[in-house]
């Protein structure tokens, strides 16, 4: 049982626009920032998104974040094959004095 | 290029012991927090242990803690973590990574395999 709560799978078809959401308390979303890690098959996982809602240098502005209270969610738009992935938000956590990771959510682009 | 590369992973009994090594490159290592993640088989990411740039502040998992040690050598541009007392839930891939500010993990290297059983 994760900490942070995604839905396990999502799916949409090309060229589509989905959302996953990332749902945590105040402990750790609430007042902390938010990250959002793309992980391709076989690969180490790969930073999308931080801070809630900035890029890191190099990765496409299909991607986007954002997040109210205690929840955030990761927009990809203009989906294409190679978005196909898992992906996990994480944040730091005052409880727990840790970073904390969702469960991860399967993208499949039909 | 930036580059993370983890060494020291293998095959251990239950209650044994590992050192894992990760060697940084190309960039400033001592600007920076350092961080240990693993990932067990078919599940997500997990955070072990982070490290403070000069090695004065070190944050741990509680299922590692008084069993896992982080620690560092600037001068050799090196993160380490001693694992002991390993249990066969401690099978995972694990992953160094510089914290980029805030908690963001920006660099990873490319994981190395620990697998605990008899």
């Known amino acids: 049982q994760s900490v942070l709560t995604q839905p396990p799978s999502v799916s949409e078809a090309p060229r589509q626009r989905v959302t996953i959401s990332c749902s945590g308390t105040?402990?750790?979303?609430?007042?902390?920032?938010v990250k959002w890690y793309q992980q391709l098959p076989g690969k180490a996982p790969k930073l999308l998104i931080y801070?809630?809602?900035l890029l890191p240098s190099g990765v496409s502005d299909r991607f986007s974040g954002s997040k109210s209270g205690t929840a955030a969610s990761l927009a990809i738009s203009g989906l294409q094959s190679e978005d196909e992935a898992d992906y996990y938000c994480?944040?730091?956590?005052?409880?727990?004095?840790?970073?904390?990771f969702g469960g991860g959510t399967k993208l499949t682009v039909l | 290029e930036v580059q993370l590369v983890e060494s020291g992973g293998g095959l251990v009994q239950p209650g044994g012991s590992l050192r894992l090594s990760c060697a940084a490159s190309?960039?400033?290592?001592?600007?920076?927090?350092m961080t240990w993640v693993r990932q067990a088989p078919g599940k997500g990411p997990e955070w072990v242990a982070s490290?403070?740039?000069?090695?004065?502040?070190?944050f741990y998992v509680d299922s590692v803690k008084g069993r896992f040690t982080i620690s560092r050598d600037n001068a050799k541009k090196s993160l380490f973590l001693q694992m002991n007392s390993l249990r066969v839930e401690d099978t995972a891939i694990y992953y160094c990574?510089?914290?980029?500010?805030?908690?963001?993990?920006?660099?990873w290297g490319q994981g190395t395999m620990v697998t605990v059983s008899s």
């Open positions: 990574a510089r914290d980029g500010g805030g908690w963001a993990f920006d660099i």
């Open positions: 190309r960039f400033t290592f001592n600007n920076y927090w």
């Open positions: 490290i403070k740039q000069d090695g004065s502040e070190k």
């Open positions: 105040s402990s750790n979303i609430g007042n902390k920032g």
């Open positions: 801070n809630d809602d």
């Open positions: 994480a944040a730091w956590d005052d409880s727990l004095n840790g970073v904390v």
